[in-house]
């Protein structure tokens, strides 16, 4: 019985506590707190599936040979060559995501991206500096898509990973739906 008065007299206070919380003299000219309303994100032309890049033209613009799509998601397809170490070409979509939070992170790995502009919309591209991997990411209002190459722990010639992904995303932007 103790225990149950006890819980009541406590509940009881922490209500009247939290009451005395909201009360109070409004005359003293306190406007309560108001929020602007959060930015809705105005979403961008549609990337496609893949960037609307088939296996085939991500192997012969790609520059790889023998690549096969390893994984295929709602946001993205990634494409890699057969062994361990070898090249790989990725594709990612955000929606409604900064592209400067992704330049940032480009920034704190040491990498200093560059400004591009691939079909009129404005973006950035970076190579690792041993230049064996590349991002490329292209703006597309409050969305952005980015190719990623990688050459591998063997790189083949056949052009720089930048080159590589300026093609595959000129493909993408000429395909926006």
């Known amino acids: 019985m103790r225990i149950t008065s006890a819980i009541v007299a406590t509940t009881a206070l922490a209500a009247a506590l939290l009451a005395g919380c909201g009360s109070g003299d409004k005359s003293s000219g ?10 809705v994100a105005t979403l961008g032309p549609f990337t496609g599936e893949c960037g609307n890049a088939t296996d085939d033209e991500v192997r012969n613009l790609g520059g790889l040979t023998q690549v096969s799509r390893a994984f295929k998601n709602s946001v993205g397809c990634n494409w ?7 090249p790989s070409v990725t594709f990612a979509s955000y929606r409604g995501s900064p592209i400067g939070r992704e330049r940032a992170w480009v920034t704190a790995q040491g990498r200093n991206p560059e400004d591009i502009e691939v079909g009129g919309h404005k973006g950035f591209q970076d190579a690792s500096p041993d230049g064996s991997i590349c991002d490329l990411a292209v703006q597309l209002g409050d969305d952005f898509f980015e190719w990623s190459t990688s050459t591998g722990l063997f790189p083949s ?3 720089s990973p930048c080159d590589k992904n300026r093609k595959l995303a000129e ?7």
């Not at 306190?30 to 930015?39: C, H, S």
């Not at 493909?171 to 739906?177: E, W």
């Open 30 to 39: 306190d406007a309560p707190a108001v929020r602007p309303p959060a930015k």
């Open 80 to 86: 890699q060559a057969a062994g361990i170490g070898s």
């Open 157 to 159: 010639q056949g052009g």
């Open 171 to 177: 493909l993408t932007v000429q395909r926006l739906k």
